[in-house]
């Protein structure tokens, strides 16, 4: 008895490696063993959880798929819904490598519910298309968008554990052509694709705001279902820029680019004040300035840099101020407050940004504030 398991485990795992291997020869030989259990080697795992059809799956061995689901002792059925220790079918390890014929063979197999494998799931909750969508597989992307069984609405709204659509996942990464992909399929709106935010209520353009993503950025920015946003999501997206551009201790890490870019999007059309809209330009000036903190431990005062150092002599930095000045002003940050106080002690006492910022600029931008013309 011991011998004939063993006998049967090596067959199993003879079948798994030729599967990866897509050598369909080999696995021919072990299905077509006198003693081989078919049946039980269809629906064995191995140490990871893998059956023979996911690793075929993995590697996008169409044929090897094909005489795994098409063998006489199969249940094709079972075999395209099993899933391994992640929650993951053999249609989504395939989705997630890109590998397009595998993944249409197994949605058009006669035993597929293809509606049902567009929309399941994995750890995390991503489904095939959000996996192609991350992985950068566009081809992936539109086979199934196209697909017969496919309700591109649906998929494009789809988030995962996280609440990320695809066009989150893709912002955060910078993929521009995932989202261009995304943005212009006949079925995409501002509804589903741009005012959704995830669980930390972040849309898309806040993520690739955080994650410095300009090209992302600018993508969103330029088109043409933005324009259905008001300018206080702009200003939230600003307050992102700032702080994915702050590091761990407060030091910049990243560029001018993308908070100015939005700046410079808000100015086009001055923003209408709103309790929302001052509470983020303030976020964005208080974090823009270094500052004394005093340490909840310790109660000891510490120096925290803010982006507009002494030490950036940098034009965009001289921008941003000039914007931020005008933006405060327009969304009722009046120049009596603690927020534009620390501005101008923090800011404007720097070596370069007075000599940018006349008192013609700041006269204009103050005057706006108190209602005068």
């Given at each position: 008895?011991?011998?004939?398991?063993?006998?049967?485990?090596?067959?199993?795992?003879?079948?798994?490696?030729?599967a990866?291997k897509?050598?369909?020869?080999?696995?021919?030989?072990?299905?077509?063993?006198?003693?081989?259990?078919?049946?039980?080697?269809?629906s064995?795992?191995d140490?990871?959880?893998?059956?023979a059809?996911?690793?075929?799956a993995?590697?996008?061995?169409?044929?090897?798929?094909r005489?795994?689901?098409?063998?006489?002792?199969?249940?094709?059925?079972?075999?395209?819904?099993?899933?391994?220790?992640?929650?993951?079918t053999?249609?989504?390890?395939?989705?997630?490598?890109?590998h397009?014929?595998?993944?249409?063979?197994?949605?058009?197999?006669?035993?597929?519910?293809?509606?049902?494998?567009?929309?399941?799931?994995?750890?995390?909750?991503?489904?095939?298309?959000?996996?192609?969508?991350?992985?950068?597989?566009?081809?992936?992307?539109?086979?199934?968008?196209?697909?017969?069984?496919?309700?591109?609405?649906?998929?494009?709204?789809?988030?995962?554990?996280?609440?990320?659509?695809a066009?989150m996942?893709?912002?955060?990464?910078?993929?521009?052509?995932?989202?261009?992909?995304?943005?212009?399929?006949?079925?995409?709106?501002?509804?589903?694709?741009?005012?959704?935010?995830?669980?930390?209520?972040?849309?898309?353009?806040?993520?690739?705001?955080?994650?410095?993503?300009?090209d992302?950025?600018?993508?969103?920015?330029?088109h043409?279902?933005?324009?259905?946003?008001?300018?206080?999501?702009?200003?939230?997206?600003?307050?992102?820029?700032i702080?994915?551009?702050?590091?761990?201790?407060?030091?910049?890490?990243?560029?001018?680019?993308?908070?100015?870019l939005?700046?410079?999007?808000?100015?086009?059309?001055?923003?209408?004040?709103?309790?929302?809209?001052?509470a983020?330009?303030?976020?964005?000036?208080?974090?823009?300035?270094?500052?004394?903190?005093?340490d909840?431990?310790?109660?000891?005062?510490?120096?925290?840099?803010?982006?507009?150092?002494?030490?950036?002599?940098?034009?965009?930095?001289?921008?941003?101020?000039?914007?931020?000045?005008?933006?405060?002003?327009?969304?009722?940050?009046c120049?009596?407050?603690p927020?534009?106080?620390?501005i101008?002690?923090?800011v404007?006492?720097?070596?370069?940004?007075?000599?940018?910022?006349?008192?013609?600029?700041?006269g204009?931008?103050?005057?706006?504030?108190?209602?005068?013309?």
């Amino acid at each position: 008895m011991q011998e004939d398991a063993a006998g049967h485990e090596e067959m199993e795992r003879a079948l798994s490696e030729a599967a990866s291997k897509g050598d369909v020869a080999a696995m021919r030989m072990v299905l077509d063993h006198p003693s081989a259990d078919v049946a039980a080697m269809l629906s064995a795992t191995d140490y990871r959880g893998w059956t023979a059809l996911m690793l075929a799956a993995m590697g996008g061995h169409v044929e090897a798929m094909r005489t795994l689901l098409d063998h006489p002792a199969a249940d094709p059925g079972a075999m395209l819904m099993s899933t391994s220790g992640g929650g993951w079918t053999a249609f989504l390890w395939a989705a997630e490598r890109g590998h397009v014929e595998a993944m249409r063979t197994l949605l058009d197999h006669p035993a597929a519910d293809a509606a049902a494998m567009l929309l399941s799931t994995g750890a995390g909750g991503w489904t095939a298309f959000m996996l192609c969508a991350s992985e950068g597989h566009v081809e992936a992307m539109c086979m199934l968008l196209d697909h017969s069984a496919a309700d591109p609405g649906v998929m494009l709204s789809a988030t995962n554990g996280s609440g990320c659509t695809a066009l989150m996942q893709a912002a955060s990464e910078g993929d521009v052509e995932v989202m261009r992909t995304l943005l212009d399929h006949p079925a995409a709106d501002a509804t589903t694709l741009l005012m959704p935010t995830d669980q930390q209520e972040r849309s898309a353009l806040m993520l690739a705001a955080a994650e410095g993503r300009v090209d992302a950025m600018r993508l969103l920015l330029d088109h043409w279902l933005l324009k259905v946003l008001p300018n206080t999501v702009l200003v939230a997206a600003a307050d992102y820029a700032i702080c994915g551009g702050l590091g761990d201790d407060g030091a910049p890490e990243r560029p001018f680019a993308p908070l100015l870019l939005l700046l410079r999007r808000v100015a086009v059309d001055p923003p209408l004040p709103s309790d929302d809209q001052v509470a983020h330009m303030s976020r964005v000036m208080v974090e823009l300035c270094p500052v004394t903190e005093e340490d909840e431990e310790d109660g000891e005062e510490e120096e925290r840099a803010g982006l507009f150092n002494d030490d950036q002599p940098d034009d965009a930095r001289d921008e941003c101020v000039r914007l931020l000045l005008e933006l405060g002003a327009q969304c009722g940050v009046c120049a009596d407050t603690p927020v534009v106080s620390r501005i101008i002690r923090e800011v404007f006492t720097m070596a370069r940004v007075p000599q940018l910022l006349n008192e013609a600029v700041l006269g204009v931008a103050f005057a706006r504030q108190q209602g005068q013309p």
